[in-house]
Every structure is written in structure tokens, then in C-alpha cells.
Nanobody, 120 residues
Framework: QVQLVESGGGLVQAGGSLRLSCAASGRFFRNYAMGWFRQAPGKEREFVATISGLGTVTNYADSVKGRFTVSRDNAKNTVYLQMNGLKPEDTAVYYC?????????????WGQGTQVTVSS
């Protein structure tokens, strides 16, 4: 079992930056690929980024490549999402996830979500 708690969301102007954090409890954090998904109002939940257990492999949605960076600190059981060049279309609730594979499609573990709002 893994419990996930996100933080760092908020309101930012277009072009600004935010860093989301996700603290994980439970054992063997490094055994999990960690990911970020988001859900905008009226839209389906979508994949944003994922990172392998040792942090050596990352994947990103095309819509965030070059702007977002996922990283992790296994000593702190924490994963991060650095978001730069934010756009109004990035407005969504962002969820931290944990899965057994970096090819995450339907992760078994989810946080409660944190709201990110980008104003134009």
C-alpha cells in the first residue's frame, strides 16, 4: 500500500512556474514508478508525466514536453513536478500516482489531487 499526498498547487499567471510535490508513505518507494495525471473541468483525466523507480527514465505527454520536468528524491519518498511556461490550458486538478510500471495507464494508487489554476 502507498499513500500519496500532493502539495504546491495554486494560482499563477500565464508564463509563470509552479512546483508540485507528492509525499509518499509506505515501504519500498523506489520500487514504484511515480506519475502525474491531470483533469481539467469537463474533460477526461489525462497523463502528464512519469518517472521510473530510480529516476533514470522519464516520459511526458506531448503537451508538456519542454515545459514540465518530473523528478524524485527516494531518500525523502517524494516526487516533484516542476512546471514552467504555464498556459491557461494547464489549469486542472493534478494527481500524483504510483504504479508498478513506468508504462502507466491506470495506476493503482492516487493522491487526492491539488488544484492548479493559470490565469491569462
Amino acid at each position: 500500500q502507498v499513500q500519496l499526498v500532493e502539495s504546491g498547487g495554486g494560482l499563477v499567471q500565464a508564463g509563470g512556474s509552479l512546483r508540485l510535490s507528492c509525499a509518499a508513505s509506505g515501504r519500498f518507494f523506489r520500487n514504484y514508478a511515480m506519475g502525474w495525471f491531470r483533469q481539467a473541468p469537463g474533460k477526461e483525466r489525462e497523463f502528464v508525466a512519469t518517472i521510473s523507480g530510480l529516476g533514470t527514465v522519464t516520459n511526458y505527454a506531448d503537451s508538456v514536453k519542454g515545459r514540465f520536468t518530473v523528478s524524485r528524491d527516494n531518500a525523502k519518498n517524494t516526487v516533484y513536478l516542476q512546471m514552467n511556461g504555464l498556459k491557461p490550458e494547464d489549469t486542472a486538478v493534478y494527481y500524483c500516482t504510483a504504479d508498478y510500471t513506468i508504462a502507466t495507464i491506470n495506476p493503482p494508487y492516487w493522491g487526492q489531487g491539488t488544484q492548479v489554476t493559470v490565469s491569462s
